[in-house]
């Protein structure tokens, strides 16, 4: 199996997961934080939606610097939410099908101006920056969801509301 193959399930998987978790989230709760210093749920919402979508910004290229990127549109209804969370999905999928393993190989760098967050391969930054910020992020709203009484979606077996199997 290729190495954009390998990714591609990955991502599929992940992204199938993720989807379960935003749609247990409750528009009425997106102001819901908890604690000062942690982001609203709308906010952290916001913050996984896009990143399914920065699969061509690494295969594409050879750097991203997040001092000329534009920031992306905050949605405010779960439907807008759910909608674009597709659209960046069919993204990250093609970007995966039109890479190789020659290309997943090749180097890539990640920083703010002048400041070198993270230098390695495509196919790290991809499983460091898609794939396990995607599940860091969404462990984080899955305690959000408990906190609030919601049920949270099983992730690869089960959870206390959900089981698989």
């Not at 193959?5 to 978790?21: A, C, P, V």
């Not at 597709?86 to 093609?94: C, L, Q, R, T």
């Not at 196919?123 to 709203?141: G, P």
Request: hydrophobic share 40%; proline share 4%.
């Amino acid at each position: 199996m290729k190495l954009n193959e390998i990714l591609l399930n990955e991502f599929t998987d992940e992204m199938n997961i993720t989807r379960k978790f935003l749609n247990a989230v409750s528009e009425d709760l997106f102001e819901f934080t908890p604690h000062e210093k942690s982001k609203k749920m709308g906010e952290l919402v916001n913050h996984i939606l896009p990143i399914s979508s920065w699969v061509p910004a690494i295969t594409q290229s050879s750097e991203l610097d997040w001092s000329t990127a534009t920031p992306p549109t905050v949605l405010n209804s779960k439907a807008d939410i759910l909608k674009q969370f597709e659209a960046n999905i069919s993204i990250g999928e093609k970007a995966l099908e039109a890479t190789n393993n020659d290309q997943l190989m090749e180097s890539w760098t990640m920083r703010k101006a002048d400041t070198v967050m993270f230098s390695g391969t495509k196919e790290t930054a991809i499983r460091k920056f898609v794939l396990s910020h995607t599940v860091h992020h969404r462990a984080q709203l899955g305690l959000y969801l408990r906190l609030n009484n919601l049920k949270v979606p099983a992730t690869y077996v089960a959870s206390a509301d959900e089981v698989l199997f």
